[in-house]
């Protein structure tokens, strides 16, 4: 429901006790990534770490494309900062492989080497030649988002979609590239009701595999010459909905 305040277009969203200005909120999303590797069955919490910091389950340290949360969300939003989630959605944004001690013809320098790919869909079946991790994860992942140490949503990590379930693209040289749903923000799932973050609250998403993901690197790394391979995949996590923040 619209009000028109002093000349200020408002409205009054429920879950929130205060009409919401026009001019202080957006439409915008707040975003993390976390590293994950084979044989891991530990939580690893999402939104721990800005800018800088090393990325949660693993030690590189995140970038801008990494996250862009203003501080570490255990120690909540900014003095001025609020944000209403309507949608979380989870991502694999990409698979690596490291520990590389070889060269191959296909590589320049393969030495300390991480080598990355888009997700691809996989399982841990031997066969499948261009095995991947997207279906491991989304199977035996548990993923519960906290505020404040209160539980405000959970369910196993295929119910926080791009879209909806796997869409994969392939071509005659048998590469595919998968996600988690269309990767559509219009077809991502909604909440009626809002999450409300507001400033010094924390918040944290907690994903933990119920089973060990992948025991070993797709078969398909297996062309390069490789010693005691590290195989694992980022997940970034979204938060999407209104912010409010100080214009600054």
Do not use: C
Request: proline residues 8%.
């Amino acid at each position: 429901m619209a009000d028109q305040a002093q000349g200020t277009l408002t409205v009054r969203v429920p879950g929130y006790p205060t009409p919401i200005q026009f001019a202080d909120w957006t439409h915008d999303r707040l975003f993390h990534t976390i590293q994950m590797t084979n044989g891991n069955t530990l939580e690893v919490q999402a939104f721990v770490g800005g800018k800088g910091s090393p990325i949660p389950g693993g030690t590189r340290p995140l970038s801008p494309v990494d996250t862009n949360i203003p501080k570490s969300g255990d120690n909540g939003l900014p003095e001025g900062w609020e944000a209403l989630v309507y949608n979380i959605e989870l991502q694999m944004v990409r698979e690596f492989e490291t520990t590389v001690v070889g060269a191959n013809v296909n590589l320049i320098d393969a030495a300390a080497t991480q080598l990355s790919r888009p997700a691809h869909v996989g399982g841990g079946d031997p066969s499948v030649v261009n095995g991947g991790a997207l279906f491991d994860f989304l199977r035996k992942t548990y993923a519960r988002f906290e505020v404040n140490g209160k539980l405000k949503s959970e369910g196993p990590a295929e119910k926080y979609p791009q879209g909806s379930g796997i869409s994969v693209f392939g071509t005659t040289t048998d590469l595919e590239v998968a996600n988690n749903g269309i990767p559509s923000p219009r077809d991502a799932a909604a909440f009626v009701l809002p999450i409300w973050l507001r400033a010094n609250i924390s918040y944290v998403m907690k994903l933990q595999p119920q089973a060990a993901i992948g025991d070993a690197a797709p078969v398909d790394w297996a062309s390069f010459d490789v010693e005691t391979p590290g195989y694992g995949f980022d997940i970034r996590i979204t938060l999407r909905g209104l912010l409010k923040r100080p214009v600054t």
